[in-house]
């Protein structure tokens, strides 16, 4: 979005030195182009959801659009995270409780700010990795793309196939990247763990030994009177 | 003229730039977020920052004297990136090593306690995402339907990267695996032979205890 606002001024730039009635006609253009451009975003980031904490994010839908919606948490605790997502009035469209992994996806009835919330209340110690894709309005078309509504070429509708099927793809991959870090991740622990174990199991071993010894020397040399006494056992 | 179109644009481009995810944090949070990419691929984060305004009881849509440190740490904690931006700013980096990215933001206040609130609008592209297929197309001219090809042929880049990226992953788990494996076998033959070395020792500390005791 700040891309399209940059090239903007970059055309402001370079026009400079044209006549005033290209800078009218640009100016009309691009004000066209910006309103007939609809609020399209999608955003996918992996964040660090601490205990005890609850984070929002925030995002502005207009009316009839659709938004996807899909969590994911690959590390920490038991891996489980609270997912409540409201409309700008506050009612809860959607809601989770400890969950690890889902999507959704819904249509706004209304336009405004929806708010997607993460809750990690109910663990006191460990924080929790989320992966958040929160995709709004459809993928925005090619430059140049869908300017002509003409019938579409073969060629085309297989491109725009593609693209589809490739998009699938990169999703898919994007979620068995996410689940093999939940498998990593545990086999990290339990090599870590194995270790410390293994360590101690070990020392305790050997102190427990040292000790019964220690402790059996105790009982025959402490009482010095009774050696009689365990003699004749 | 100039002015005002360049005015006009700027509102336009406010407004534009106003959609989009959003969060609150406070002057002296930091926030961070984890991007984990293959290597050789492109991450811009475009951001913009708004100061609460209590007067208002809104959000200021600029707000000067309004900095972001921004840094970013690769998979090796490696500081790749750490600089002071104003209060939007677009940046972008390729990473080099694949793995987990860091990206954390936090202001440049120098309040005390947890200070204003801060609106920070965010906005995170990776690989094939992040090319401005305007510019491509214009810089190459290219018909659309090459563009379309070039886009899939980015898509078709990305996937393989993502692959290579997930053979390499793939490595690491069976490393820990196989460590985890051999670490079990090894720890269980010398945990037998310590206990044997235990009792065997036990055994002879003992008898000869007793004997000198002449208990036996």
């Known amino acids: 979005m700040l891309s399209n606002c940059h090239r903007t001024t970059m055309n402001a730039a370079t026009s400079r030195q044209n006549s005033t009635k290209l800078w009218m006609l640009t100016l009309v253009a691009g004000i066209a182009a910006l309103m007939q451009m609809q609020c399209v975003s999608g955003v996918e980031f992996t964040f660090d959801l601490a205990d005890n904490a609850e984070d929002c994010f925030y995002e502005e839908i207009k009316r009839n659009t659709s938004a996807y919606f899909e969590f994911q948490v690959s590390a920490g605790g038991q891996l489980d995270v609270d997912v409540t997502l409201k409309d700008p009035q506050g009612k809860i469209i959607y809601e989770q409780k400890r969950s690890t992994f889902d999507s959704y996806q819904f249509v706004a009835e209304t336009s405004g700010v929806y708010t997607a919330c993460f809750g990690n209340q109910f663990s006191a110690f460990s924080h929790k990795i989320v992966y958040v894709d929160f995709q709004v309005g459809e993928e925005p078309a090619l430059p140049g793309v869908d300017e002509h509504a003409t019938v579409l070429t073969q060629m085309e509708t297989s491109s725009q196939a593609i693209h589809k099927s490739l998009n699938d793809i990169l999703d898919a991959q994007t979620h068995h990247r996410l689940r093999e870090a939940q498998g990593r991740k545990r086999a990290d622990e339990l090599n870590h763990r194995v270790m410390i174990w293994s360590t101690l199991e070990t020392a305790s071993m050997v102190l427990i030994g040292v000790a019964l010894i220690i402790i059996l020397r105790n009982f025959f040399t402490d009482r010095k009177p009774s050696q009689v006494h365990y003699g004749r056992l | ?216």
């Open chain 2, 1 to 216: 003229m100039r002015n005002q179109f360049i005015c006009v644009a700027l509102l336009l481009c406010a407004l534009n730039s106003a959609c989009g995810l959003y969060f609150h944090i406070s002057e002296t949070e930091r926030k961070c977020f984890i991007e984990e990419v293959p290597d050789e691929t492109t991450v811009i984060v475009n951001y913009k920052v708004e100061l609460y305004d209590p007067r208002s009881n809104g959000f200021m849509p600029s707000s000067p004297g309004i900095g972001m440190h921004v840094e970013v740490r690769d998979s090796d904690d490696k500081v790749i990136l750490s600089r002071v931006y104003s209060s939007q700013g677009r940046i972008s980096f390729t990473s080099h090593t694949p793995g987990e990215h860091v990206i954390c933001m936090y202001s440049n206040s120098t309040a005390w306690f947890s200070g204003a609130q801060l609106r920070v609008h965010l906005d995170i592209q990776v690989g094939e995402h992040a090319i401005d297929y305007a510019n491509v197309a214009q810089k190459e001219k290219l018909t659309e339907l090459q563009l379309r090809i070039r886009q899939l042929l980015d898509q078709v880049d990305q996937i393989t990267k993502e692959q290579n990226y997930q053979r390499y992953r793939e490595e690491r788990f069976r490393h820990t695996s196989e460590s985890t494996n051999s670490r079990v076998l090894w720890w269980s033959l010398a945990q037998t032979v310590v206990l044997v070395c235990m009792g065997f020792w036990q055994m002879r500390h003992l008898k000869s205890f007793f004997e000198a005791k002449k208990l036996v």
